[in-house]
């Protein structure tokens, strides 16, 4: 994959290496930067026998089938990004009792042209009724509740969400 990079942040050189997207490093000045992996959470919401899927209204993958959720903000846990980010996109307030650890998984996040890596981290919230909104209209299209039985792993936009439904909620 080509640099996102066009010259050095620090000297504006040319004469850079950015092997695989991890360290950028600058023959003229010396300048490095470690692209480091991005930290994020989803929430995996279940009712009866049904899991909550966002359809996403942006880039990546717009139109795919999504978890809500979001990056985790500096001097954040990652549960109390998670709880922020439903509040955000959903308007529902769940709290870090109500999450139960999945796992965790690798990404690749394609943002503006930006190639950012992210470790996912995975929770689970069941929920007493399916009557949920949308509160981010700018990021989630519609909300849509899927029988497990029903799941299309095709239709979900992120290799780490298509692998964490496929190895805990398919029947």
Known sequence: MDSFFKHCPNCTSTHFTFPDNIRFLCNACGFVYYHNIAAAVAVVFTFEDKILFAVRNIDPDKGKWDLPGGFIDPN????????????????????????????????????????????????????????????????????????????????????????????NYLV
Do not use: H
């Open 76 to 167: 954040e846990t990652a549960e109390e990004a998670a709880c922020r980010e439903i509040e955000e996109e959903l308007g529902v307030m769940i709290y870090s009792k109500d999450l139960k650890y999945i796992t965790t998984s690798p990404n690749n996040y394609l943002f503006k042209n930006v190639p950012y890596r992210t470790l996912d981290v995975f929770y689970e919230c069941a929920l007493p009724s399916d009557a949920i909104k949308i509160k981010a209209e700018d990021e989630i299209q519609e909300l849509i509740w899927i029988p497990r039985s029903e799941i299309d792993l095709d239709k979900i936009g992120f290799k780490s969400i298509r692998n964490v439904i496929e190895a």
